[in-house]
T-cell receptor
């Protein structure tokens, strides 16, 4: 079975500090895409960052970056200069091939930002 | 761009009745839409994949006769929960693929909270 594991149910970080959320996945496919989604209390899913598995370079979006280790099947999210608005549930997910199938999500990490 | 809407945002229905949830892509054509279910403090679980003009594909364990999906146009998919029971109470989220853009990316609707009394 294809799975996504987020081993940190909850993380807490001081405002302006850096935090890393971990994610490992398991798939036998060679073509896939990885995502981090943010779900604030409104429950709207917001795409934070995406990574194409065929790209070696780690994706970066402003304060958000990933550490993609393909051989280890690891895909961690680093949030720099944490802000109060970053507080939310964060879900790691992947999709196989060109996306004809749905996303497989991890269980999520609840990120708390301490002012 | 790439906006997906859902209607209603909240619905309360009595046990035994049916309720329909609509998912619309507002500014793009979506040949494929997906329906997810999210229980409180849990992750999203894929229920079914909906392709325009064809029958939906349901994930293992999802009752296709209870959760009827219709994808009659390139911008609209509907999920009908038939003979609803309290255990069907959940948060239902749809997403859609834009084949004109990154086909592997999904755009999410804001979700529908269903409460069955």
């Amino acid at each position: 079975a294809q799975t996504v594991t987020q081993s940190q149910p909850e993380m807490s970080v001081q405002e302006a500090e850096t935090v890393t959320l971990s994610c490992t996945y398991d798939t036998s496919e060679s073509d896939y895409y990885l995502f981090w989604y943010k779900q604030p209390p409104s429950r709207q899913m917001i795409l934070v960052i995406r990574q194409e598995a065929y790209k070696q370079q780690n994706a970066t979006e402003n304060r958000f970056s990933v550490n993609f280790q393909k051989a280890a099947k690891s895909f961690s999210l680093k949030i720099s200069d944490s802000q109060l608005g970053d507080a939310a549930m964060y879900f790691c997910a992947y999709i196989i091939g060109f996306g004809a199938d749905g996303l497989t999500f991890g269980k999520g990490t609840h990120l708390i930002i301490q002012p | 761009g790439a906006v997906v809407s859902q209607h209603p945002s909240r619905v309360i229905c009595k046990s035994g009745t049916s309720v329909k949830i609509e998912c619309r892509s507002l500014d793009f054509q979506a040949t494929t839409m997906f329906w997810y279910r999210q229980f409180p403090k849990q992750s999203l679980m894929l229920m079914a994949t909906s392709n325009e003009g064809s029958k939906a594909t349901y994930e293992q364990g999802v009752e296709k006769d209870k959760f009827l999906i219709n994808h009659a146009s390139l911008t609209l998919s509907t999920l009908t929960v038939t003979s609803a029971h309290p255990e069907d109470s959940s948060f239902y989220i749809c997403s859609a693929r834009d084949l004109a853009g990154r086909s592997y990316e999904q755009y999410f609707g804001p979700g529908t909270r269903l409460t069955v009394t």
